[in-house]
C-alpha cells in the first residue's frame, strides 16, 4: 500500500504537483476525484494550492456534493480551479463560504461590466461588519473569477475593483450612520482618490480617501465637525478592523490638507482655503485622480467644481519644478537599496514612472486642453497620444509596459491578498505568478525576462515621453503623427524648469536640424540630456554649454559618439554644465576636457609627482618662455577640469579638495619657477643665486579652495663669490616674472601670486636673502609673523635652501616652552580687531564664511593658538594642516572628543560651501550667498537637493553657532 502511494505521489509530481505526498493526502479528503479533474487541476497556477483548497471545500461541504456540483458545469470547475490556482485567500473565503461556488456558474456570472450603481445595491444590503465582509468578498470572488478567465480585461477589472470599493465604502458609512445620533447636523462626502478615484485599483491596496462636510441648515458647525468626524472615523474602523471574516483594506486619509497632522475632516470653505493658500504641487497632482465615492453626492460634486480650475494651474506655480523634483527624490530616497531592484511599483521603470510622466504631461498641457483631463493613467495616456503630445508607437509602448506590470502586481496580491508591489525571488512564487500570467515553459524564467525588458522599456519611455516630443516639434518633422505645437512646447520646456523656453528650443533647434548624421545622434541624445539638465539648478545655461561644446566638438570622431555609446558620460556632463558655471568655464575653453567623463580612472586627481614631471614635460617642449608658460597653463586648467568635475560628481572629499587643488598650485608654481628663470638666465646669464618658493596660508596648509591665490614668499641665497646686488637683483626678476606669467591674460584660467604675508609685507621687498629673512626674524618678527609661519611650506625650488628655511622658522612658530601670556594676550587682541574691523562693511557677522560667527578664521585661530602653546612638546602638532593639528589636540587631551568634533564639522561645512559657492557661480562670495536660486545650487553641490537650500542654511547656522561656542571657551578662555 506504502508503495502504491509513493508510486501515486511521483505521478502527482510528473503532473506538477510540486508535494506528490500533500497531493495524495487531498485527493483522499476529496474522495472518488475523477482522472479529468486531477489533471485540470494540475494545469492551473499552482496545482498544489488549488487542490487544498478544494480539499477544505470539500470538508465544510461535503466531498460527493462538491463532486456532484464540478462535475455537472465544465465552466463553474474551470473558474473555480483557476481562481483556487491562483489566490489561497479566497480559497479560504470559498472553504468558509461554500455556498457561492455556484456564484461561478454561467448563469450566475455575467460577462459585463457591472456598474457602480448596481455595485452600490450589492454592497448596501449589509447591516454589520460581517456582513460586509462577505459581501466583499463574494463580489471580489466574481471579480476575480471573470479576470483570470479572461472575461474581463486588465482595465475593466481594475476599474470594477475601485468601483466595488467605493461602494463598499458607501456601504461602511450607511451603517456607521445607524449609530450616529447626530448625522442629521451635516452633509458628509468621501471622496476617492489615489488609484480609487483613479478607477485602476489593485486587489489590494489602501483605499485613499479625503472626507469633506458641511452644517446643515440652522446646525452649529462644531457640533456638525464633531458628528462628520465620528462618521468618518467609524466608516474606516468598519473597513480596517478584523472580525470572524477577517478585513477588507485600509482606509488612509493622509492625503487630506496637512496629512496626519490636520483635522480628518473639514468643511468645503476649509478645503478651498487650504488649497489657495498653502498646498503644495503634489497634493494639486493627487487632486487629479478626486472623485465622489460615498455621502452627500452634491457636496461631493461641489467639491470637485471648487478645485478642479487650481489642479490645472499648478504647474504656473513659480515652485512648479522643485516640487516635482522633491517628489521625484522622496520616492527614490525612501525606497530600500536592497529592494530597489525587484520594487514594481516605486523602483526604477516601474509603474511610477509610467503614473509619474503622464501626471506631469497632465498637468503641463491639460490647463489648456481639457482632453486630457482623465483621472485614469491609460486613458490620459491615450488622450495624450491622441492629442499629439506623446508618439503613437511610444504610447502603445507604454500602455502595453504599464498593463503587464499592473496585471504582475495583481497576480502577486491576489495570492495572500496583502498590499505589497515587491517581485517575490522565491523560484516557486514565480513560476506560480509566471504561469498565471500565461508562461507554461520556464514560467518563472521567462516572466523574469519578460518583467526586465518591460522595466527598461518603461525607463526608456519616461524620459522619451516627455523630451522626444520637443524636438519633434522644433524639428517640424511630422514623424509618427506626433503634433506638438511651438506654445505646448514652450510650456513643457517651462515645466522643466527653463526661465526662457524659446530660447531653449532655439538651442535645441540648432543642435538637431538637418539630416546630418551629427544631427542624427543629437536627435536620439537629446531627450535624456534634457532629463539630466532638469535635474540641475540651471538647466538653461547647462543647454547652452552643450550646444557651444557641441558646436565646436560636433565633427571630431569621438565625442558624440562617447555621449551615445557611454549613457555615465552624458549623464555626467549634463550634471556638471547645469550645476557649475566654474567647470563649465573651464571646458568651454577646451572641450576636450569632455573626454575625462566617463571613465572612474580619469577622475581621479593626479600625484604631485605625476603634474610636476607633466608640467615640466610641457614647458620643456618650447624654447619661448610665453610658449612653454602657456604649456604648463594648459595642465593645470586640465587638472582644474578634472578636480572641478569630480567634485560636482560628489568624487572627492573637502580635504582631497583641498590637497588636489594644493598639488596643481605647488606643480604650476614648481613649473613656472624653471620657465622664469630660465628666462631670466637667458636674457642675463647663469643665475648667480639658488631660489625657493614658501608656500603660505591655505595653500602651505594643503587646503586650497577654487578661488584661493597662492600665498608665498620668495627666498634666495646668492653663490658663493657672486655680487649679492647682482643675485637680489636676479630673483626679483624670476619673481616678478613667474607672477606676470602666471597672472596674464589667456584662454587659461590665471593663477595670482600673493606675497603680502612676507615681512613687512607690501613695503618690504619681494624677494629676500636667506641671512635677511634670519636677521629680520631675530630682530623684528611679531606674534602675528610667527602665526603666519604655522601654515609655511618651503617645497619648491632649491631643496637644500627649502630644508635651511624650514630650519630657521621651526623655533618660532614651535617655541620653546610655548608661547608666552603676553603672546597669547597679543593673539586674541588681533583675533578680537579683526573680528570687529575686518569684517565688511554691511557684512552679516553670523554669515561671513570666513570671519564670521564659527567660521574659518574662528576654527583655525582656535587650533593654531594650541599648535603655537603646545607643538614644542607635542611632535605631532608640528602640522601646516588645520584638522590634522586638530586631531593631534584631541589625541593629547587638549581639547574634548566633542569640541574638537564641532569644530571639524565647522570648517569642513564652511569650506564646503566656500567651494560650492565658486563652482555654481563661477565666482566667490564671502558670504553665504542670499539669493534662492544660488542657495539652491549651493545645496545641490552639498549633496542637499535643490528643494532643501533652507534645511542647508539651517544646518550651516547652527554649526557655526555650535562651533563659537566652542571657540569661546577654548581660545578666549
Not at 566617463?598 to 586627481?605: N, S, T, W, Y
Not at 602653546?869 to 587631551?893: E, F, G, S, Y
Request: hydrophobic letters at 40%; glycine letters at 6%.
Amino acid at each position: 500500500m506504502a508503495s502504491h502511494t509513493a508510486e501515486y505521489a511521483q505521478a502527482l509530481a510528473r503532473k506538477g504537483f510540486r508535494n506528490g505526498d500533500l497531493a495524495v493526502a487531498n485527493l483522499e479528503r476529496l474522495g472518488d476525484a475523477p482522472d479529468e479533474l486531477i489533471d485540470q487541476i494540475a494545469s492551473v497556477a499552482g496545482p498544489d494550492i488549488a487542490l487544498s483548497s478544494l480539499a477544505a471545500i470539500a470538508d465544510r461541504m461535503g466531498a460527493p456534493k462538491l463532486l456532484k456540483q464540478l462535475a455537472k458545469d465544465d465552466e463553474l470547475r474551470q473558474r473555480l480551479l483557476v481562481v483556487l490556482g491562483t489566490s489561497e485567500a479566497l480559497g479560504e473565503f470559498v472553504a468558509r463560504h461554500p455556498e457561492f461556488i455556484s456564484d461561478l456558474s454561467s448563469k450566475e456570472l455575467s460577462n459585463a461590466p457591472i456598474s457602480l450603481d448596481l455595485r452600490r445595491s450589492q454592497m448596501s444590503t449589509a447591516t454589520n461588519a460581517d456582513e460586509l465582509r462577505v459581501n466583499y468578498y463574494r463580489k471580489l470572488l466574481h471579480l476575480a473569477a471573470r479576470d483570470l478567465t479572461a472575461l474581463t480585461g486588465f482595465e475593466d477589472s481594475s476599474a470594477e475593483l475601485s468601483d466595488l470599493a467605493v461602494a463598499t465604502l458607501g456601504a461602511a458609512l450607511q451603517i456607521a450612520r445607524v449609530d450616529e445620533k447626530d448625522d442629521g447636523l451635516c452633509k458628509f462626502a468621501i471622496m476617492a482618490m489615489g488609484k480609487t478615484g483613479g478607477h485602476e485599483l489593485n486587489y489590494l491596496s489602501d483605499v485613499d480617501v479625503i472626507f469633506v462636510y458641511e452644517a446643515c441648515d440652522g446646525a452649529d458647525d462644531h457640533e456638525a465637525a464633531a458628528a462628520a468626524t465620528r462618521l468618518a472615523a467609524a466608516t474606516m474602523k468598519l473597513c480596517r478592523e478584523h472580525t470572524g471574516e477577517g478585513t477588507i483594506w485600509e482606509v488612509d486619509a493622509n492625503l487630506r490638507p496637512e496629512g496626519k497632522d490636520g483635522p480628518l475632516v473639514r468643511s468645503l470653505a476649509s478645503h478651498v482655503a487650504y488649497y489657495e493658500r498653502w498646498a503644495t504641487t503634489w497634493e494639486f497632482q493627487a487632486l487629479l485622480k478626486a472623485r465622489f465615492a460615498a455621502g452627500d453626492k452634491a457636496l461631493g460634486q461641489a467639491y470637485i467644481d471648487a478645485l478642479s480650475p487650481m489642479i490645472w494651474m499648478a504647474s504656473t506655480r513659480e515652485n512648479f519644478v522643485t516640487d516635482v523634483r522633491a517628489m521625484r527624490r522622496r520616492v527614490i530616497d525612501n525606497l530600500p537599496a536592497n529592494q530597489r531592484d525587484r520594487e514594481l511599483k516605486l523602483g526604477p521603470g516601474g509603474l511610477r514612472d509610467v503614473e509619474f510622466a503622464v501626471q506631469l504631461l497632465q498637468l503641463v498641457h491639460g490647463r489648456a486642453d481639457p482632453s486630457l483631463r482623465s483621472p485614469t493613467t491609460l486613458e490620459a495616456l491615450r488622450a495624450l497620444t491622441e492629442g499629439g503630445y506623446v508618439g503613437r508607437r511610444d504610447g502603445a509602448a507604454m500602455e502595453e509596459a504599464y498593463e503587464f506590470l499592473r496585471t504582475l502586481e495583481h497576480r502577486i496580491q491576489l495570492f495572500r491578498l496583502r498590499r505589497g508591489h515587491t517581485v517575490p525571488d522565491d523560484p516557486e512564487d514565480l513560476r506560480r505568478i509566471g504561469r498565471s500570467m500565461g508562461f507554461r515553459h520556464n514560467p518563472a524564467e521567462n516572466l523574469t525576462k519578460e518583467w526586465q525588458a518591460h522595466r527598461r522599456l518603461v525607463r526608456r519611455l519616461h524620459e522619451k515621453l516627455f523630451y522626444q516630443p520637443l524636438l519633434e516639434a522644433v524639428a517640424s518633422l511630422p514623424t509618427d503623427g506626433l503634433r506638438l505645437t511651438p506654445l505646448a512646447a514652450e510650456q513643457r520646456m517651462t515645466a522643466l524648469g527653463f526661465v526662457d523656453p524659446k530660447g531653449a528650443l532655439k538651442h535645441i533647434e540648432a543642435l538637431t536640424s538637418g539630416v546630418s548624421r551629427r544631427a542624427s545622434i543629437q536627435k536620439a541624445l537629446l531627450p535624456a540630456m534634457l532629463a539630466w539638465l532638469a535635474e540641475t539648478p540651471d538647466p538653461e545655461a547647462g543647454l547652452l554649454a552643450f550646444r557651444k561644446i557641441s558646436e565646436g566638438l560636433g565633427e571630431t570622431h569621438w565625442y558624440l559618439r562617447k555621449l551615445r555609446d557611454e549613457g555615465e558620460g552624458a549623464e555626467q556632463l549634463a550634471r556638471v554644465l547645469g550645476s557649475s558655471r566654474y567647470v563649465t568655464d573651464l571646458i568651454l575653453r577646451a572641450p576636450d576636457s569632455v573626454a575625462l567623463l566617463g571613465d572612474d580612472a580619469e577622475l581621479v586627481p593626479r600625484s604631485i609627482e605625476r603634474l610636476r614631471s607633466e608640467m615640466d614635460i610641457a614647458a620643456e617642449r618650447h624654447s619661448d618662455p610665453v610658449d612653454a608658460i602657456r604649456a604648463v597653463r594648459r595642465v593645470r586648467r586640465r587638472e582644474l577640469s578634472r578636480i572641478g568635475i569630480a567634485d560636482v560628481l560628489g568624487r572627492l572629499d573637502i580635504l582631497e579638495v583641498g590637497e588636489a587643488l594644493t598639488d596643481i598650485s605647488v606643480a604650476t608654481l614648481s613649473g613656472a619657477l624653471k620657465v622664469a628663470t630660465a628666462a631670466v638666465e637667458a636674457e642675463r646669464g647663469t643665475m648667480p643665486t639658488r631660489m625657493a618658493i614658501v608656500l603660505m596660508g591655505r595653500l602651505g596648509g594643503g587646503e586650497a579652495g577654487y578661488a584661493s591665490d597662492a600665498d608665498v614668499m620668495f627666498v634666495h641665497d646668492p653663490l658663493p663669490g657672486a655680487d649679492e646686488t647682482e643675485a637680489s637683483e636676479a630673483a626679483t626678476a624670476v619673481a616678478v616674472g613667474l607672477r606676470k606669467m602666471l597672472a596674464a591674460p589667456s584662454d587659461d584660467p590665471p593663477l595670482e601670486v600673493d606675497a603680502e604675508l612676507r615681512p613687512e609685507g607690501k613695503n618690504g621687498p619681494l624677494v629676500r636673502t636667506f641671512a635677511a629673512y634670519a636677521a629680520y626674524y631675530e630682530k623684528w618678527s611679531a606674534v602675528w609673523e610667527a602665526q603666519a609661519l604655522l601654515r609655511a611650506n618651503a617645497v619648491i625650488g632649491d631643496e637644500e635652501l627649502s630644508a635651511r628655511f624650514t630650519a630657521l622658522i621651526d623655533p618660532l612658530r614651535w617655541p620653546e616652552g610655548g608661547t608666552t601670556s603676553d603672546e597669547v594676550r597679543e593673539i586674541r587682541r588681533i583675533k578680537a580687531r579683526i573680528d570687529s574691523e575686518r569684517l565688511p562693511r554691511g557684512a552679516n557677522p553670523n554669515t561671513h564664511l570666513k570671519l564670521g560667527r564659527g567660521g574659518l578664521a574662528d576654527v583655525e585661530w582656535t587650533v593654531q593658538l594650541l599648535q603655537m602653546q603646545h607643538a614644542n612638546a607635542i611632535p605631532d602638532m608640528r602640522t601646516t594642516r588645520t584638522l590634522k593639528a586638530l586631531h593631534a589636540a584631541l589625541k593629547a587631551d587638549l581639547i574634548s572628543h566633542e569640541d574638537a568634533t564641532t569644530l571639524e564639522n565647522a570648517w569642513r561645512l564652511v569650506s564646503r560651501i566656500r567651494n560650492a559657492v565658486v563652482l555654481m557661480r563661477g565666482k566667490p562670495a564671502e558670504s553665504m550667498v542670499e539669493q534662492g536660486a544660488d542657495r539652491a545650487g549651493v545645496a545641490h553641490l552639498l549633496g542637499y537637493g535643490m528643494d532643501q537650500s533652507e534645511r542647508m542654511v539651517d544646518d550651516y547656522l547652527r554649526t557655526t553657532r555650535l562651533a563659537r561656542k566652542v571657540v569661546e571657551r577654548i581660545f578666549y578662555e
